[in-house]
């Protein structure tokens, strides 16, 4: 037992280092926004996981060498996060500099490239995703239960049995032993009296769970054979039956409902609501649904790298500073992990780890722990005398940098490989994004199953989709990033197409891609170019973590095409010459073309390829089907304009 304390120290301490070097990372590329808010980030980290270690331990136990390191990291972060201040106010009134347009990176797309070649993982661990989910849970207030009243007023008597003996002489030992005797007699009976009242309220407890429990089955089919998925859904609807006796919300909120049954606002703002309370079991399935996901894509987005750009690769031999130390330690440790029964026949010859079910805890990674450790003790201590805290920090982090040579290449592109191989290892890739796609389709049927059991009125038509609409906007944003580069890793030879494509007619005009003359500007003003205000629309579609979201950019994107281009037609014609104001899809696919190409995003090939996956059939049908449709046509055009397809 007592070595299972000090193996969770330093699996804590290296994740609190994971996320410290996260930032380091964003502050040497001069993100300093970024860079700000994971400095903050990784303070939270470690205060919640000390706050957890610490109240249920005695006073004496608290500050272990592993707190005392997690102690002096934050305060490394914190000289940091004074000093990203200091940068970000200078970056505020210094006047604007024009630079080339760069691309836009959020924290879950960038690539780093670390100095011994190898793309270092942008993606949090899933025991740090899964740590960070619960820190809502265990930071709302909660009733104590009687034991746990029962050991605070016991701290409570011990404190002031302190206090009188302090003031006893040191003659008067009778009084002391009979205080002695007192305390513990009434410690005792406290810790008693606590136990009964704990046997008999997991009494009640048990009978009332196993009475809503009956009464959630009587809601669902008596069928005999249930499968695993059925009973699950029992136990979490009996879970929220309970959860409605201790609170009177959600009694509230279905009062509401029935009275404005065809309010969408009424169903966002339930979603919203139930979102908002981490106790709630719908929401506590949501979690777990979401780190189901994240443990499935993590390990596959993590290992494997998508096919390499042409401007990528010409900085392959640039040195960054040492950034890489933690995801080699994350690569030692989790490549003895990377196993697949299913595949392991298909994939002895690959280079590719495929990973099923990704379990944290294993012995490979508490072994490179205990030599880590070893480290860290050493270092600590080296370290204190230091001004700097960017140094400090950054080499606090590098000295558990492993040997370049001890790890796997993951990062060579292969080019070399046999082809047999190279098909073998997409297939691998494209049915694990079936799967995982699957898996999402199936979380969120769940999902929108248990708010329709838990609030009647919402089982209608509109009602639904404006609850299905509420749970993707919840359920998509923390799993979005690894989502999207596993459909980048399967999309990327289309990627590399778009991006040559866009390297070719970078500076193009709109006729060059076969607009019609009409539909193009007479003349542009100096540093500007058609079709600008689409262009910045829809290089938006990148900071959106939602489906939906995504989708509603699109639109608005075409809707800035059509009163671009209705603009420009009356700049070349009376407004009497034409009575419609619309343009006919023959002229849309070129312009649109033409935006997409100026919008330097190659990831448009997977966010759309990810929107027909998500976006719901209903969806499908209107405007927003069309512009989906219209978009996924100009991509699929562009990709084809490096091979001579452009309109003449």
Not at 108 to 114: A, D, F, I, P, Q
Not at 121 to 138: D, Y
Not at 365 to 375: A, I, V
């Amino acid at each position: 037992m007592s070595a299972a304390v000090p193996d969770g120290g330093v699996k804590l301490l290296q994740n609190a280092m994971k996320l410290a070097n996260v930032a380091i990372e964003l502050d040497t590329n001069n993100r300093h926004k970024e860079a700000y808010c994971e400095y903050l980030r990784s303070i939270n980290f470690i205060s919640q996981a000390l706050l957890e270690e610490a109240i249920p331990k005695d006073e004496c136990d608290i500050v272990t060498p592993d707190a005392q390191k997690m102690l002096k990291l934050a305060e490394q972060c914190l000289e940091r996060v004074k000093s990203t201040t200091t940068k970000l106010s200078k970056v505020e009134v210094q006047p604007a500099v024009l630079e080339p347009p760069k691309p836009s990176y959020k924290p879950g797309h960038r690539r780093v490239l670390s100095d011994g070649g190898e793309t270092a993982s942008p993606f949090l661990p899933p025991e740090i995703f899964q740590r960070m989910q619960i820190v809502e849970a265990h930071s709302a207030r909660k009733e104590l239960t009687p034991i746990e009243e029962a050991s605070r007023l016991n701290q409570k008597l011990k404190a002031t049995y302190e206090a009188r003996v302090a003031r006893l002489n040191p003659n008067q030992a009778m009084q002391k032993t009979s205080l002695t005797l007192s305390l513990q007699r009434q410690m005792m009976e406290n810790l008693i009296i606590a136990r009964a009242r704990q046997e008999a309220l997991q009494r009640k407890m048990e009978e009332r769970r196993l009475r809503l429990q009956e009464e959630a089955n009587r809601s669902f089919s008596s069928s005999t054979s249930l499968t695993p998925e059925e009973q699950e859904q029992r136990i979490l609807y009996a879970s929220i039956l309970e959860y409605e006796q201790d609170h009177d919300w959600p009694k509230q909120w279905k009062a509401k409902l029935k009275k404005n049954p065809n309010d969408l606002s009424v169903v966002s703002g339930l979603i919203s609501y139930i979102f908002s309370c981490p106790e709630h079991p719908i929401m506590k399935l949501l979690k777990r649904l979401q780190y189901r996901i994240y443990n499935k894509l993590y390990p596959i987005v993590s290992k494997v790298t998508a096919p390499e750009s042409p401007s990528t690769s010409t900085c392959r031999g640039r040195n960054m500073k040492s950034s890489q130390s933690i995801h080699c330690m994350q690569s030692v440790q989790e490549n003895n992990k990377t196993n697949s029964q299913k595949l392991r026949h298909s994939l002895s010859v690959t280079s590719l780890p495929i990973i099923e079910d990704y379990n944290a805890n294993t012995c490979a990674k508490e072994q490179t722990q205990t030599g880590q450790s070893t480290k860290a003790d050493k270092l600590v201590l080296s370290m204190g005398e230091r001004d700097s805290s960017f140094e400090d920090l950054e080499q606090f982090l590098s000295q558990f940098e492993c040997p370049p040579a001890s790890l796997p290449d993951l990062s060579k592109p292969a080019v070399d490989a046999d082809p047999l191989i190279h098909n073998l290892e997409e297939g691998v890739l494209q049915a694990h994004l079936r799967s995982v796609v699957k898996d999402i389709h199936n979380s969120i049927d769940r999902l929108l199953s248990l708010y329709i059991l838990s609030f009647e009125p919402l089982n209608t038509a509109a009602s639904k989709d404006q609850c299905l609409a509420s749970i993707e906007e919840a359920f998509f944003p923390p799993i979005w990033p690894l989502l999207l580069a596993l459909f980048r890793k399967v999309y990327g030879h289309r990627e590399l197409a778009f991006e040559k494509s866009m390297r070719l007619y970078r500076n193009s005009k709109p006729g060059d891609i076969g607009v019609a003359s009409k539909l193009c500007p007479s003349e542009s003003l100096p540093g500007s170019y058609p079709y600008e205000s689409a262009v910045q629309e829809l290089r938006l579609i990148a900071k959106d973590c939602c489906p939906q979201k995504k989708l509603e950019c699109i639109v608005r994107t075409l809707r800035l095409i059509c009163e671009c281009a209705e603009e420009y037609r009356t700049s070349h014609e009376p407004a009497t010459l034409h009575s419609s104001a619309a343009i006919g899809a023959d002229d849309l696919l070129p312009i649109l073309s033409y935006v997409a190409l100026k919008s330097d995003l190659p990831q448009l090939v997977s966010e759309c390829a990810a929107l027909e996956e998500f976006i719901h059939e209903g969806y499908l049908i209107g405007e927003e089907g069309y512009c989906l449709t219209s978009m996924q046509s100009a991509v699929t055009y562009v990709e084809s304009l490096h091979k001579g397809g452009a309109l003449k």
